[in-house]
T-cell receptor, first 109, second 115 residues
């Protein structure tokens, strides 16, 4: 099956810093989503991004499907950005969403 | 618009007991999913359904059963609970079709402890 790898596995930032999270996948995919799991465990949709670039406030994402990767950019980080960021892809012969192992982000004041 | 609603939010079971996690969505999505998330880990697919009356196994189906009698509801049944089933369970839904995979929306999760 498709393998989804995220890097870095964890990251500590000072408030106001910028960061880039990466998601690599091993095969062609039909679609890709980025989620934020906050410290209370809720999974929040960030981007639904099969290709191209999208922006939402301080966050933006780029997916290059032909090269099998996606990037999530966080600018001017805030403490509320802390949590785990998951990349998930749809691919193969099914419509099942396969999750990466996540990037644990801690933003310090 | 409630989205995806799961109940209960918390539950403690004794080994060997059975229970059903309820999931309902009001977005008229055809696809529904159950995932589990163990501490410090990602999500693993238990079962999914592409429409009423159709279900299929995911990565970790053993010890669970599902049914999909309506578009809105997708309950997950745990038979003979075991400590290995201690986890947080997430229900999700999307609108998808041939050649199209829609955005996935999650419920708030159900934390299950088996003692």
């Amino acid at each position: 099956g498709i393998q989804v790898e995220q890097s870095p596995p964890d990251l500590i930032l000072q408030e106001g810093a910028n960061s880039t999270l990466r998601c690599n996948f091993s095969d062609s995919v039909n679609n890709l989503q980025w989620f934020h799991q906050n410290p209370w465990g809720q999974l929040i949709n960030l981007f639904y991004i099969p290709s191209g670039t999208k922006q939402n406030g301080r966050l933006s994402a780029t997916t290059v499907a032909t090269e099998r990767y996606s990037l999530l950019y966080i600018s001017s980080s805030q403490t509320t950005d802390s949590g785990v960021y998951f990349c998930a892809v749809y691919g193969g012969a099914t419509n099942k969403l396969i999750f990466g192992t996540g990037t644990l982000l801690a933003v310090q004041p | 618009n409630a989205g995806v609603t799961q109940t209960p939010k918390f539950r403690i079971l004794k080994i060997g007991q059975s229970m059903t996690l309820q999931c309902t969505q009001d977005m008229n999505h055809n696809y529904m999913y159950w995932y589990r998330q163990d501490p410090g880990m990602g999500l693993k697919l238990i079962y999914y359904s592409v429409g009423a009356g159709i279900t299929d196994k995911g990565e970790v189906p053993n010890g669970y059963n599902v049914s999909r009698s309506t578009t809105e509801d997708f309950p997950l049944r745990l038979e003979l609970a075991a400590p290995s089933q201690t986890s947080v369970y997430f229900c999700a839904s999307s609108y998808s079709g041939t050649g199209y995979t829609g955005e996935l929306f999650f419920g708030e999760g159900s934390r299950l402890t088996v003692l």
